[in-house]
């Protein structure tokens, strides 16, 4: 690593990203807290499908126009505490309280538990935007050689595989252990609890970031470059590489979310086993993406970034494809496609993304001499947030296929829906792999 950016310095920038367990913890848990599969005996649906779609979308739009415009700003910010700390500064707090929110909803009606969450969605949106879009723009801002961005990308990559890690294993221990009331498992309980101490922690890593980094000593150096207005920034837009780059982006991440967010389901309805075995899928997927760190930003340095991403999205494309044939009697199978998934998701899910996008920025700020790292990076959670967007429209809509049982005008997760919704999956990882092949090398 290189010596202007010390070692302290990656390890900062890397607990910056413990937002991600709220991504998780949102990602996982919510759509799992209001559209509970019928399975799970103690949740009750909160919602129908088509209202739960209706709010994602009402918080999506608003998130939409946030990204670029938070992007924007943090390119044009003159603040003491630096350009891309301050929005961290703003949005921490209310992302987590924000967070919490979400799982405490209004039940007195349909329609009064919809509007909470739209509502709740949209200020949540806006907090995490000012949190995510400015601390993934630090990476250009931060490095000035390709090696230091693909590191920083990588110490990014393997907080936040950490910290999607923590999210993702704790629930599975917690919630039986917090969610005991009177001696007996009340699961809305513990997912309250759960998520109040994860949402703590995640707080906590965004602030230590925002204070211990020192942005503006780090960058006090970088070469002065032209202020541009919205609608300029927007023009950069155009190049045919963005495009490429950000279309194999957009739709990697609808299916890799709906992957994500199909593994409560997919435990519960297809492998048919209790919740405390998410501690183990998880980190069988998550630990093998982490393993493959080292691995992944050796072959970044010696070969190009769009030659190992490909060969990762395929690893990704087949080991989702043997998910489909897994049921009760053969559950034991899927721990090995799971291996496969998360070496694949090494490079396409974690380092790749923020590194080539760090390339793009930094070339357009070299040979246009225009900041538009903030931008770019608001662009890409804009797409990020649609995906989002994606999984939520294609779960609540699928993963009900097959189901008869009705709870209060509410149907629950089946495993014919939670099968249904990763062979979309498939089909977008396959129409990203077709615009990330169309891309020139790095």
Not at 161 to 187: C, D, Y
Request: proline share 3%; hydrophobic share 50%; glycine share 8%.
């Amino acid at each position: 690593m290189s010596s202007r950016l010390t070692k302290k310095s990656y390890i900062i920038y890397g607990l910056g990203v413990s937002y991600f367990m709220i991504d998780q913890i949102y990602n996982q848990w919510l759509s799992y807290y209001y559209l509970p599969p019928e399975t799970e005996k103690n949740l009750v649906p909160l919602l129908k499908p088509q209202y739960l779609v209706l709010a994602f979308i009402f918080a999506r739009i608003i998130d939409a126009v946030s990204d670029p415009v938070v992007g924007f700003l943090s390119d044009n910010s003159k603040s003491r505490f630096g350009k891309r700390s301050i929005f961290m500064l703003v949005g921490g707090l209310p992302l987590g309280l924000l967070t919490i929110m979400y799982f405490y909803p209004i039940k007195s009606s349909q329609m009064a538990t919809l509007i909470y969450l739209s509502v709740v969605g949209g200020l949540y949106f806006t907090a995490y935007t000012l949190v995510a879009a400015p601390y993934n723009a630090l990476i250009p801002d931060l490095a000035s050689t390709k090696e230091e961005r693909l590191n920083l990308s990588t110490m990014q990559s393997t907080f936040r595989l950490i910290f999607t890690g923590v999210a993702m294993v704790l629930p599975g221990i917690l919630i039986s252990k917090l969610g005991r009331v009177n001696g007996v498992l009340n699961t809305e309980v513990g997912i309250r609890k759960t998520v109040i101490l994860i949402t703590i922690l995640s707080v906590l890593g965004i602030y230590a970031c925002v204070f211990f980094l020192k942005e503006k000593k780090l960058t006090q150096n970088r070469p002065k470059t032209e202020s541009l207005g919205f609608m300029k920034s927007i023009s950069h837009l155009k190049d045919k590489e963005i495009i490429l780059y950000f279309l194999g982006y957009f739709f990697f991440f609808c299916g890799f979310n709906i992957l994500r967010g199909d593994l409560t389901y997919y435990l519960s309805a297809v492998m048919q086993k209790d919740i405390k075995y998410l501690t183990v899928i998880s980190v069988v997927l998550f630990g093998m993406a982490g393993l493959f760190f080292p691995i992944t930003n050796k072959f970044g340095k010696k070969y190009s970034y769009k030659k190992i991403l490909i060969v990762d999205m395929l690893l990704l494309i087949i080991g989702t494809f043997g998910l489909l044939f897994i049921n009760k009697n053969n559950s034991i199978f899927a721990y090995l496609l799971f291996v496969i998934c998360g070496t694949g998701l090494s490079g396409a899910a974690f380092i790749f993304p923020q590194a080539m996008l760090s390339e793009i920025s930094a070339k357009l700020s070299e040979t246009k001499k225009v900041s538009l790292e903030g931008f770019m990076f608001g662009i890409q959670g804009m797409f990020l947030k649609l995906a989002f967007l994606v999984q939520q429209v294609v779960q609540s809509t699928l993963l009900v296929v097959g189901n008869q049982n009705v709870q209060n005008g509410v149907k629950g997760a089946t495993e014919i829906g939670v099968k249904v919704t990763l062979v979309v999956a498939l089909v977008l990882f396959g129409v990203s792999l077709f615009f990330y092949n169309l891309k020139k090398e790095d």
